[in-house]
T-cell receptor
Framework: DVKVTQSSRYLVKRTGEKVFLECVQD?????MFWYRQDPGLGLRLIYF???????EKGDIPEGYSVSREKKERFSLILESASTNQTSMYLC?????????????FGSGTQLSVL | AQKITQTQPGMFVQEKEAVTLDCTYD???????LFWYKQPSSGEMIFLIY??????QNATEGRYSLNFQKARKSANLVISASQLGDSAMYFC?????????????FGKGTRLSVIA
């Protein structure tokens, strides 16, 4: 069974902490994505990667960075967490880009920054 | 500009009735794909159905069908014979193809509540 695994389901951090959200996929997918989901705003793209060591900014990259050292792993980094980064974070992956290529999602990480 | 618009923040439907969730999109790319995802309260995102811009027929998957009206740029999801388990958030999404390998862009979602 294909799987995208996010390391934590719930996470509570303090303002100013450095936060790592980890995502691993076992489908040998080239593409990986980080979205955040907020009520009334839907899913918004933070960063994505189409290859190892490659990254592209999405619609809301400010305050975030990413790392993709291995094909299967895509990490989202909050360098200095702030309360407005309290959100649900969803990782997704897909194989390379035909129009009908669907995303496979992890179960999400609900991050609270206090 | 918003590429995917879902105008219904919330909807109610009686069990066993059909329901239509609206989605309009904006693109100048002649080649694109449209997706619907379901997100139950557990939080997982479940792929439901896909429609390509060049597909002649409306997509169907079991009780789900996509009412694709290309000229109106609308891709409404129709759920027939609603079940209590259909209560969830539903997201419409689009990928533009000729712009390269672009990510999926999502709408803000519609929360569907099925009433017994």
């Amino acid at each position: 069974d294909v799987k995208v695994t996010q390391s934590s389901r719930y996470l509570v951090k303090r303002t100013g902490e450095k936060v790592f959200l980890e995502c691993v996929q076992d489908m040998d997918h080239e593409n990986m994505f980080w979205y955040r989901q907020d009520p009334g705003l839907g899913l918004r793209l933070i960063y994505f990667s189409y290859d190892v060591k490659m990254k592209e900014k999405g619609d809301i990259p400010e305050g975030y960075s990413v790392s993709r050292e291995k094909k299967e792993r895509f990490s989202l980094i909050l360098e200095s967490a702030s309360t407005n980064q309290t959100s649900m974070y969803l990782c997704a992956s897909s194989s390379s880009g035909s129009a009908n290529e669907k995303l496979f999602f992890g179960s999400g990480t609900q991050l609270s920054v206090l | 500009a918003q590429k995917i618009t879902q105008t219904q923040p919330g909807m109610f439907v009686q069990e066993k009735e059909a329901v239509t969730l609206d989605c309009t999109y904006d693109t100048s790319d002649p080649s694109y794909g449209l997706f619907w995802y379901k997100q139950p309260s557990s939080g997982e995102m479940i792929f439901l159905i896909y429609q390509g811009s060049y597909d002649q027929q409306n997509a169907t998957e079991g009780r789900y069908s996509l009412n694709f009206q290309k000229a109106r740029k609308s891709a409404n999801l129709v759920i027939s014979a609603s079940q209590l388990g259909d209560s969830a958030m539903y997201f419409c999404a689009m990928r533009e193809v000729n712009s390269g390998n672009t990510p999926l862009v999502f709408g803000k979602g519609t929360r569907l509540s099925v009433i017994a």
